[in-house]
């Protein structure tokens, strides 16, 4: 157990749907980073949250947007789903953004599939 | 862009067998980390190292960093059917979001 929670754990969406992805971090970290993880692939970084603000973004479109609260969970939104954003969504959670030495403890994941 | 590139992807072994698994990238990082994700898992840290040569051991894993600072490699002695899963290695810098690797699906068999 990482303590970080995300929710829901499984999601089916149509193509052009709008998604909203949840994730608690762990208890005393500031910092949430979201990752795509296509099959047979390893995660893709999408963007990181450091004290509710966006800290560095992947090559990701801007129809992926997120936010964070001032508790530090965090929502990851895509809009107009493509068939291509079928995926586990990882949240991992850490303390002080890009610090030298940062340890992402992860959640179990949220597996999306768009139809 | 800086890439990670595993090898082999997939490994199927039996029990008590030896493995290693590669992680290489044509750029150097300041650190590295090896993660195993287990189905319907998110993953989970191993280790972390940082020095050029730099050798680690946890219980029956030893992982290397290279010289460079290029490549690693993941060594399992005496495998068992609890390693099974998808080891992934991440390269980073300071200041910058670690980039993973497609990871090694390794499969023991009892």
């Known amino acids: 157990e990482t303590g970080v929670t995300q929710s829901p754990t499984h999601l089916i969406k149509t193509r052009g749907q709008q998604v909203t992805l949840r994730c608690s971090s762990q208890s005393g970290h500031n910092t949430v980073s979201w990752y795509q993880q296509a099959l047979g692939q390893g995660p893709q970084f999408i963007f990181q949250y450091y004290r509710e603000e966006e800290n560095g973004r992947g090559n990701f479109p801007p129809r992926f947007s997120g936010l964070q609260f001032p508790n530090y969970s965090s929502e990851l939104n895509v809009n107009a789903l493509e068939l291509d954003d079928s995926a586990l969504y990882l949240c991992a959670s850490s303390l002080n953004g890009r610090a030298k030495g940062n340890i992402q403890y992860f959640g179990a994941g949220t597996r999306l599939s768009v139809l | 862009t800086q890439l990670l590139e595993q090898s082999p992807q997939f490994l199927s072994i039996q029990e008590g067998e030896n493995l290693t698994v590669y992680c290489n990238s044509s750029?150097?990082?300041?650190?590295l980390q090896w993660y195993r994700q287990e189905p319907g898992e998110g993953p989970v840290l191993l280790v972390t190292v940082v020095t050029g040569g730099e050798v680690k051991k946890l219980k029956r894993l030893t992982f290397q960093f290279g010289d460079a600072r290029k490549d690693s490699s993941l060594h399992i002695t005496a495998a068992q059917p609890g390693d099974t899963g998808l080891y992934l290695c991440a390269g980073g810098n300071y200041g910058q979001n670690f980039v993973f690797g497609p990871g090694t699906r390794l499969s023991v068999l009892p």
């Open positions: 750029s150097v990082f300041s650190s």
